[in-house]
């Protein structure tokens, strides 16, 4: 507790965007996040009152935040699982916990678990040689189980030459069939140690090279009982998987349905959107479920929400503030999430949100916004 | 500019709640708040990575902070008027500017230069003895010119013995008529230094002991000639006085119209409601008016916004945490802000925020919520 206040300590290990966000959110509940960053100048050390420098894998640095905190949690996967049983042995509480994250970290994991839960994934095998993956069929995804995320570790492989080097590499690797994808959908759900849930409703996400370009919410043309149905298998799975926090779990639809492609137990790019979209933001409903507090309201604000990310376009151009200048004059009715980063082509640097009563009217702001901001011109017609 | 990020630094003067709230929004914009707070302790200080510890008055100090500024702000209005000329006479941008400031810092030049400007305003006169404050007649309200705040130094007089201190202590006193009032209203605007200004909707406030207790959003039962004339005022009144930033007019609400009340430039009680009432907060907005940003959208966000205040309640009982607790149960869709301060009775130590379609259902939903945070139980129906 910090004595100051009165209020909680949550110390989060890792110093992205998504803490910076938590950041935001932890103030209005009277607090200021605790920061274990690598670097002062990351998105969340830009920000915050109360960062510690250190990596997330120095067992003794986290030791040394964890003492300083209420309950640890984080803005990535990447804390060793042994690491974390050491923190919850010498006393401290971590949400998510080892037992759940593993299945955040480990694809091989998490889909021998899902389909131990009988839960819908796509058909999927472990391989550690050519011969296996060609008795699986081509053509196929290939996937590390661990290491990936934005589209890398993900192979779309027709020919086993492609991943000769990979398959020689040692990386343990699954297999999944490429599914007949109609869209992507995503859907939230906040988990406490009491056992309370809140799940947000379901969204539309649209990728682009494997990095998430796009959420509508809610997810356009779903039909009542689909929604009902992923928003029963996200707070499933939270249940199942003991999960503490926030969970993403993002879904193919199929001509044969919903099929669960990943998990992420932390808020997530999916969720951006509810900053202003829902009336409990993902990071605030983060920080609630790490507290054990009780849940929030997680209603849409609008009937409409899309929100575009913003990545690093072509050097050179317009300066960062003359860019957002643009856009605020051609959109003053979208909302802009800044990350503090240094640009770089394709690097994720910030969000934008629009927010109204007409979905098509919502994802052409957005595109705009975002695109001034990318690239330093208008969007042509 | 700061390097890292391409982006501007604001420095604000005063570590309060105002500043803590600005430091928030600053975070979504790519920015962090810099702040020159008196304490570690104060409620911005505890949140945001770039603060400087130093005094208002000390000039020093103030230049000191203005250096590695691109703007300087205020959270309050107690800077001196020499100190701002000079540190714009030292090439620093500082918003609102003293010649605009003056008129929030002293309430005899406001009466002035809004008879002056044909504003309404409520009959009134500058007192220097008992003789002409009879003269004037009583019952009356007799004001400090300066220093006054959340009802301080503001005198309801009904015989001269009441005051026959004050009028002997040698501060500067206005005697202003004792209006009819229905209400009071408030009007918030922004107006930028190339001259944009942004104007948001009329509230209601609800004062009790010369302290804002409820703001209610859009002001209800207003006709709407009325509230277009009380946008049209305040715009003209950030005009007329080459106000930057925020700037709110409250207002009394007479038989025989409106009248101005107070003024003042920066973000505000009466419009704490707009974080998530409106499109644009007015924290975001004083900072892309102090930045000569293009303004954002002042479009209410749902049909009906309450914000009622958070005091200080009795000692004893529960613990804050626990309260929050008991609140965020009875009330999931409630928005909290608490600003880090230590409870003392009477004190502001946050806000809280309901929205809806329904005004009533609003007002008892924030009426709740504040309750449980104040006096740590339930509101008796």
Redesign the interface.
Known sequence: ?DT?????VVGMIGGGQLA??T??A???????LRVLANDV?ESA?????D?QLGSHTDLDALRTFAKSCDVVTFDHEHVPGEHIRALVAAGHKVFPGADALQYAQDKHLMRRRLSELGAPVPRWAPIASAAELVAFGLPAVVKTARGGYDGRGVFVVNDVEEIIDLLASGAELIVEEKVELRRELAVQVARSPYGQVAVYPVVETVQRDGICVEVLAPAPDLAEDVALGAQELAIRIANELGVVGLLAVELFETPAGLVVNELAMRPHNSGHWTI?GA??SQFEQHL?AVLD?????T?L??PAVVMANVLGGPEGGM???ER??HL??AE??V?????????RPGRKI?HVTA?GDDLADCRARAARAGHWLTYGKALEA
Chains 1, 2 share one sequence.
């Open positions: 507790m100051r206040t009165g209020l909680p910076r966000m950041h935001q932890a103030i209005a509940l009277g607090q200021s100048d050390a830009l920000v915050a009152a960062v202003e009336r409990t609630r507090y009780p849940m929030g309201d209603a604000a609008a300066s960062i503030d957002l200048h605020m004059a003053p009715g909302k802009v999430h800044l990350y503090g980063k240094q640009t910030g927010l």
